[in-house]
DNA sequence: TCCTACAAACCGGATAGTCGGTATGTAGAT
DNA sequence: ATCTACATACCGACTATCCGGTTTGTAGGA
């Protein structure tokens, strides 16, 4: 690819994160580019176009199955891994402007619902193959069943997440209240 | 207020609620309420303030303490009753556009992430009440404190709204989905 | 001498907002 | 009762600006 055009992708992308599609204008991202729209034409055929580059281009790490790679020692340490991913990785990203460009992509994106729910899928059963596991080596026992524990966990983080985009924590704050309420629950879960 | 003023008002929340501020144009506007632009202008400052305006007018009654109805005779009577108003009377608002809208709000509206918090604080403590009245009743006993207890469910149900505006899914398979999640949570909270 | 990579001028349509004007009502003086 | 003076409600043509997109031009490398 060429430097231009990935150079194209970064600056849109900021915008994009920034204001709705439809606020973006093509005049901000020629300046702000420091090109001209002739220069863009040349790499995108239309500002939808590019809106669709920029998503797949910007989606394409967080979509796949990042969470694969936490410990499956156990459903502790598993937690824990999810928590640390999520506060260093996704809890700077989860703001009002990142969701709404999630509904942008939703909106313009063909095939974007797709993989977003299929994510959702491979997320969900991760999480019940911890749980399977954790449930057989005795490391907890409860007569929720798997599925809705993994629920709990999918739910919960997703709320509170949501919750956190309206009244602005710190990271450490964050980190420390989420912990509080998984540990509790886990403690739950093991009696 | 005059009855054009207050027509004009539940025209423009239903176009607010298919389409970003920025979207909604004038001109629908105009059209819609079958008046001229004099007479919007008649009205309103600019398109703005009307955006303002439509939101305090439309978030007047919903971000009030609706929940404070729900019955306190038990945790069990009280999350049942909140899925019933949940399913009925918010959950046909989340839909992307909702979502967006208030994200607009967030953005144009001064005071209105205050007045959410509040409101999010507000539902927090009624949950709080609930549990810790069924924790001296003896419905529930659980090493789990009263406030995680209503983080996951103030949590869940929120995450659960998040993953619901993605996937398409019909109103009953919803209620029996978030009933199965919360009486097993239940149940584990009774042990 | 072409082709690539860009620049710059330009286009039609849409946008929010303005303005001069009118029709209707109404309070108070006569 | 009626006339005057003014307010309110509304109309729609108009404007300046901005939008995404197109066309034309051109410098420089192969």
Redesign the interface.
Same mark, same amino acid.
Do not use: A, R
């Given at each position: 690819m060429t430097n231009t055009k990935e150079h194209i992708l970064n600056v849109s992308l900021n915008l994009f994160m920034q204001k709705?599609y =439809?606020?973006v204008t093509l005049k901000e991202i020629v300046d702000k580019t420091g090109m001209s729209k002739g220069a863009f034409y040349h790499y995108f055929e239309s500002k939808e176009q590019l809106f669709v580059e920029v998503i797949n281009f910007a989606f394409a790490t967080v979509i796949d199955d990042s969470y694969n790679k936490f410990s499956k020692e156990s459903l502790f340490q598993f937690y824990h891994d999810y928590i640390d991913y999520f506060i260093n990785e996704e809890a700077p990203k989860l703001t009002?402007n990142y &969701?709404?460009l999630t509904?942008d992509a939703? =909106?313009f994106v063909p095939d974007f @619902?797709r993989k977003? *729910?299929k994510s @959702?899928k491979a997320q969900m059963e991760t999480w019940k193959e911890v749980i399977q596991e954790a449930r057989d080596r005795g490391e907890i026992n409860?007569?929720?069943?798997d599925e809705?524990i993994a =629920?709990?966990f &999918?739910?919960? &983080?997703?709320?509170?997440?949501?919750?956190r985009v309206?009244?602005q924590i710190n990271r450490e704050h964050m980190k420390l209240s989420l912990l509080?309420?998984w540990d509790?629950?886990y403690?739950? *879960?093991k009696?």
């Open positions: 709705s =439809k606020e009002v &969701i709404s509904f939703l =909106k @619902q977003l *729910l @959702q409860t007569p929720m069943k809705e =629920k709990m &999918i739910y919960s &983080i997703d709320g509170f997440g949501l919750h309206f009244g509080t309420l509790s629950f403690e739950e *879960l009696v």
